[in-house]
């Protein structure tokens, strides 16, 4: 259990320049990126008991996150 809050750029510290650069310019990025700030904020928020949920939901949030890290990390590599 991780009690502190993960972010893009944490995840991809040799790409914070692409990262950067992906949210200025890509829509799809943005939308991304919005998406895993939401996912991990509620992640953190249910891992620190901030707002209590089942471990079934904390597991579905914890897997969309994936998903939207693939996605990004996708989009990195291109």
């Known amino acids: 259990m991780s009690h502190s ?3 893009l750029a944490a995840a991809f510290p ?3 320049a692409k990262l950067h650069a992906l949210k200025l310019g890509n829509a799809h ?3 991304l990126s919005d998406a895993y700030y939401q ?15 089942s471990d ?3 597991e579905d ?9 693939d996605a990004v990390a ?3 590599a291109a």
């Open 5 to 7: 809050a993960h972010d």
């Open 14 to 16: 040799d790409a914070t």
């Open 29 to 31: 990025f943005q939308k």
């Open 39 to 53: 996912l991990d904020k509620a992640i953190h928020r249910a891992e620190t008991g901030i707002e209590p949920t």
């Open 56 to 58: 079934h939901h904390l």
């Open 61 to 69: 949030l914890k897997k969309q996150r994936l998903t939207v890290l």
């Open 74 to 76: 996708e989009m990195v």
